[in-house]
């Protein structure tokens, strides 16, 4: 069951749901919605760095090693990070871009999950590519695995997904929060893959 509006906005003030920050006009019908947050986050392995009119632009299979020419979820993977800026972010094909959301999200009792805004999917733009979903006591900014079909620029602070939140039937024996990979400093910002953890 996928509570209202209404009952994102109880939730808040009952502490069940923390969303930081609240802006109570995003609230939705069924959902809430989230803007970008100003930290970008790309993969070493197939992007080269160079400067074109003073924006930064990432430029996928420059001077690729059999070592860097794929990548292997057992080893830990080195990222560039940097932060948007006011005038945007271009973003372009054949690159995954880790974003994040501006808020930080805890939803206590409920399951919450992400989707893209139909007014960026129009664009071309895809905001997640299977992690949309937070168990309960997760508590972070939620990481964006942005893609496009063509090139695109974001804004800091636009709105970029929605969330909505289901009720569970039962109780959780445990929380995200004890178990999960990306809980504390983890949660907040673009961050990486941690699949190397599992093996």
């Not at 690159?95 to 999917?121: F, N, P």
């Not at 992690?131 to 942005?146: H, I, K, R």
């Amino acid at each position: 069951m996928i509570i209202t509006g209404e009952q994102i906005k109880e939730a808040i003030k009952q502490a069940t749901l923390t969303i930081d920050p609240f802006v109570e006009e995003n609230v939705q019908p069924a959902s809430i919605d989230l803007t970008l947050g100003d930290e970008v986050r790309v993969y070493a392995h197939h992007v080269r760095h160079t400067e074109y009119e003073d924006h930064k632009l990432y430029q996928p299979g420059a001077s690729m090693s059999p070592k860097t020419a794929w990548m292997d979820p057992k080893e830990k993977q080195e990222t560039f990070t940097f932060k948007m800026e006011e005038r945007g972010w271009l973003i372009k094909p054949g690159i995954l871009y880790l974003m994040h959301t501006r808020e930080r999200i805890c939803a206590k009792t409920m399951v919450s999950v992400l989707d893209g805004k139909s007014s960026i999917g129009r664009l071309g733009v895809v905001v997640h590519l299977t992690a949309g979903y937070g168990d309960p006591g997760f508590d972070g900014q939620y990481t964006l695995e942005v893609t496009c079909i063509h090139p695109v620029i974001l804004y800091p602070g636009m709105k970029i997904a929605q969330m909505r939140f289901h009720v569970m039937y039962g109780e959780a024996d445990t929380s995200y929060a004890t178990k999960g990979h990306y809980v504390d400093g983890k949660a907040m910002g673009a961050i990486p893959s941690m699949a190397h953890k599992q093996f």
